[in-house]
């Protein structure tokens, strides 16, 4: 997963996430955002029976989308 998120949104991560600036986005204030993956038991989406989470900010999003589809 790593790999790929490296590979088709450029986000280095490691084993806690990835941490990144929204420098090129927003000039004033800086920004950074994460990533960070949670374990089984944690209850950090209740309600919710959801098993992840993401929330992007995405220039033409619709221009990645298929980008991430003809990488497949």
């Not at 990835?18 to 993956?37: E, I, N």
Request: proline residues 4%; without cysteine.
């Amino acid at each position: 997963m790593r790999a790929w998120y490296a590979a088709h949104l450029g986000l280095n991560t490691n084993e806690y996430g990835a941490v990144f600036s929204g420098d090129k986005a927003v000039t004033l204030p800086k920004r950074l955002y994460s990533m960070s993956p949670f374990n089984e038991k944690n209850q950090v989406f209740e309600p919710s029976t959801k098993d992840f989470m993401i929330n992007y900010r995405i220039e033409n999003v619709e221009t990645l989308i298929e980008e991430l589809k003809k990488a497949e």
